[in-house]
């Protein structure tokens, strides 16, 4: 009698806790995620502001760029092993705030990063797909 009442107040505190392990490894998977995704537009930030504007037609050599990454988010030179996808978007010269007119030596510029597979082809265009990230990046060339 002793024994049966012990394993039932075991399994009624064990079966919770094991229900919440899915929801514990999403929440690791998507935090895993967003960490890679963060060093991949850092790795991107730092190549695009180390660019010489010159050679790159004032970043718009960049623009529609795609570059892959494994999962560490270490860069690779095909999308054949690729887990990250990162696209580059370029747009034109802007302001700072309060500024009375646009800066030539400005640019916004987006990142769009996913794990999505390529075979997806809203990947891209469906924000449910891809994490966006926007930064100014200023020409540092002389």
């Known amino acids: 009698m002793e024994v049966t009442i012990a ?4 399994a009624f ?8 392990l899915p929801a514990g490894m999403k929440t690791m998977r998507d935090g895993q995620r967003e960490a890679v995704g963060a060093e991949i537009v850092r790795l991107l930030t730092n190549e695009l502001s180390m660019s010489n504007w010159g050679d790159t037609n004032d970043l718009e ?3 529609d760029d795609l ?3 494994d999962s560490e988010g ?3 030179e095909t999308g054949d092993l690729a887990v990250f996808t990162a696209k580059i978007e370029v747009g034109d010269e802007t ?4 500024a009375p007119k646009k800066n030539p030596f400005l640019k916004r510029v987006t990142i769009k990063v996913t794990h999505k597979p390529d075979a997806l082809q809203d990947r891209f265009t469906n924000p ?3 994490r966006t990230y926007s930064m100014l990046i200023a020409k540092m060339d002389k």
Do not use: D, N, Q, S
């Open 7 to 10: 394993v039932a107040i075991i």
């Open 13 to 20: 505190t064990c079966i919770p806790l094991i229900a919440m």
């Open 61 to 63: 050599t960049w623009e």
């Open 67 to 69: 570059r892959y990454f």
């Open 74 to 76: 270490i860069p690779l």
């Open 95 to 98: 302001t700072l705030p309060g």
């Open 128 to 130: 449910k797909f891809h």
